[in-house]
């Protein structure tokens, strides 16, 4: 008789826990009919920016490819002919190795690479999440609209020109370091 008492005891309380929860309002949302709602600074696919005026913002500084745990991240750089700025002539990332830690994009001083909120980057093979330059600029600016790296760094301030603050030296030629 105790048994049975039991038994009825717990089968009444999981139908009235089904019922309490069929008629509660979800959590999930019924992708991909609906997608979810995820904030800008969510982590996913990862994009190559450019300036408010249009310029490539990547400086070929190899900071996001050694910061990157995984060396996800393949980059070579270059110069541009008439003004000798540096721009990324290959810059790679392998998709199927990168963690998704927004290390990179810490580590980026012009703010060019930049995480998204995309997550739908289905491929059929792993030679298709290896995303060459072609499809990693896009033509905005990302979350920074207004920022130019250009006219932030190396700037005169106040009438001193780089180097000539207090406490600062003047700046290294890197070409004199070179072997
Ligand atoms: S998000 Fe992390 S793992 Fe992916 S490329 Fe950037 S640093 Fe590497
Ligand atoms: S994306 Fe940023 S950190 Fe990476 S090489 Fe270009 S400028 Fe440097």
């Not at 009825?8 to 309380?13: L, P």
């Not at 490539?56 to 190899?62: D, H, L, P, S, T």
């Not at 012009?110 to 909120?117: D, E, G, K």
Request: charged share 30%; net charge negative; proline share 6%.
């Amino acid at each position: 008789m105790k048994n049975l008492k039991n038994w009825v005891g717990e089968i009444t309380g999981a139908f009235s826990a089904t019922l309490k929860h069929a008629f509660a309002e979800r959590d999930t949302v019924c992708y991909p009919a609906e997608k979810p709602d995820l904030p800008e600074r969510w982590r996913g696919r990862i994009i190559l920016t450019v300036t408010p005026e249009g310029e490539e913002r990547c400086v070929a500084c190899y900071l996001c490819s050694s910061v990157c745990p995984s060396s996800a991240i393949t980059i070579q750089g270059a110069e541009r002919e008439d003004d000798e700025r540096r721009y990324a002539e290959k810059f790679e990332i392998d998709f199927t190795r990168c963690i998704f830690c927004g290390l990179c994009e810490e580590a980026c001083p012009t703010r060019a690479i930049q995480t998204t909120n995309d997550f739908e980057m289905g491929a059929s093979s792993r030679a298709e999440l290896v995303y060459d330059k072609s499809r990693l600029l896009e033509n905005h600016t990302g979350k920074y609209p207004d920022f130019d790296y250009f006219k932030r760094a190396g700037v005169p301030i106040r009438g001193k020109d780089v180097g000539e603050g207090a406490n600062e030296k003047p700046p290294v030629d890197v070409y004199t370091l070179l072997p």
